[in-house]
């Protein structure tokens, strides 16, 4: 699967789509939002950060406790759950006089409701689409999300001009219900991928087996560890550029939906490995120019270059999907985004701490400088896991491969 027509002839790819498409608007204004209204409130950057960022705090909790979920759930009632839960949250949130403490406790409830959301969104993608058509599939709904983040970057910054945050939130719970309304009469009903009743030990065995394996493991720490850095450098826009944050976040995702549209569309197959250190490098040394103080407009540019650089998680979710067998599928997604997740929001927190002691433009250099070091420690490993041979050249999924007994595969699976 080659092009976006042949994408979009797989009938139930478009209403996940506009699904996906209304919960990324929903949650892009939300944290702008919050963002904004914790940063006037209290004038600390930390805590500007975790707003924005604080959701993904729950997801290792998540992680370790939920997630096999993802994959003993049926994917159209959870999607919709989800939604409606969202929602509901965007509702609390723009009650007037909310405490900062109280919007905090339910940013990090829903980051542990959404932990299984990673999980049900992207298995299904795989359940849907063809193998040959996963990373296709996936970078359109990430340039479906950076173009969704540009305009909600953008109607949320002028809501919160022209009116206030709490008509902003309005808006994330109305978008909310619209992506729940869309999954619900999208979607086709469908089994859950595997059988059996999910528990906390089963999370935790699937979770032992896809890190207690090195090629796997490898993928995650390329696809969390510099990505999760540079996030937290993204972080400081507000504490940054105060009332300009709004057009350095537009920049970051139009930057991503370029960088997913030329990875995703155009660059053939044998090609990708070359890829995989330029782009992590990319994502990082624009923020190191940030001490300087650039303008607005070289600032911009400098976030849609480094930006281009995220489009590398499409070639480390495409190896991932290759190396564990379907019926763990979604929650091997799921642990990588929950995993994203937690190190964005770690890192979000430790460039607030840093911006406090030091500026917000050095602590963005001193995140992209750690995003560039890690990039550089994992490359060889990575490189010897991707290269053919006895003992490097295995087909997917066979290290992962469930014994019978242990972990029954579904029959829809």
Not at 233 to 248: D, H, M, N, Q, T
């Amino acid at each position: 699967m080659r092009t976006y027509q042949e994408l979009f002839r797989v009938p139930e790819f478009k209403p996940l789509f506009a699904a996906v498409a209304c919960m990324v608007a929903g949650g892009t204004v939300t944290s702008l939002a919050l963002a904004t209204v914790v940063f006037d409130r209290t004038g600390s950057a930390l805590l500007a950060a975790v707003s924005m960022f604080g959701a993904s705090f729950a997801q290792v909790l998540g992680a370790t406790t939920l997630l096999s979920l993802g994959d003993h759930l049926p994917p159209r009632r959870t999607t919709v759950v989800l939604a409606l839960v969202f929602a509901a949250a965007a509702l609390a949130l723009s009650r007037p006089g909310t405490p900062v403490p109280v919007m905090l406790a339910i940013v990090l409830g829903v980051g542990l409701v959404n932990s299984v959301g990673g999980a049900v969104r992207w298995g299904l993608v795989s359940e849907i689409l063809p193998e040959d058509g996963y990373l296709l599939g996936r970078s359109v709904l990430n340039m479906a999300g950076g173009v969704v983040q540009i305009a909600g970057n953008g109607v949320g910054a002028a809501l919160l001009g022209f009116a206030s945050p709490r008509a902003a939130l309005l808006l994330s719970a109305c978008l909310y219900l619209t992506g729940a309304l869309v999954a619900r009469f999208g979607l086709t009903r469908r089994p859950p991928r595997a059988a059996g009743r999910p528990t906390v030990r089963q999370t935790w065995r699937v979770n032992r087996r896809l890190l207690a394996d090195r090629a796997v493991r490898r993928v995650y720490l390329a696809l969390w560890v510099p990505n999760g850095l540079v996030v937290g450098a993204e972080a400081l826009f507000v504490p940054y550029a105060g009332a300009s944050a709004g057009a350095l976040f537009m920049a970051a995702a139009l930057g991503t939906l370029a960088g997913n549209t030329a990875v995703g569309r155009f660059v053939p197959k044998h090609r990708r490995s070359a890829l995989a250190l330029p782009l992590p490098l990319l994502m990082a040394v624009p923020y190191l120019l940030f001490p300087l103080r650039p303008g607005l407009a070289a600032g911009v540019l400098l976030v849609g270059a480094a930006s281009v650089g995220f489009s590398t998680g499409l070639l480390w979710q495409d190896r991932l999907v290759a190396l564990v067998p379907p019926e763990i599928r979604g929650q091997a997604l799921g642990l990588h985004s929950s995993g994203m997740l937690t190190l964005q929001a770690l890192c979000a927190a430790g460039a607030g701490l840093a911006a406090g002691r030091l500026s917000p433009a050095a602590a963005m250099a001193l995140m992209a400088g750690l995003s560039v070091l890690v990039t550089l420690a994992l490359a060889p490993g990575l490189r010897r896991d991707a290269a053919p041979g006895p003992a490097r050249g295995r087909t997917a999924g066979q290290t992962l491969t469930p014994k019978s007994s242990a972990m029954p595969r579904s029959p829809e699976a």
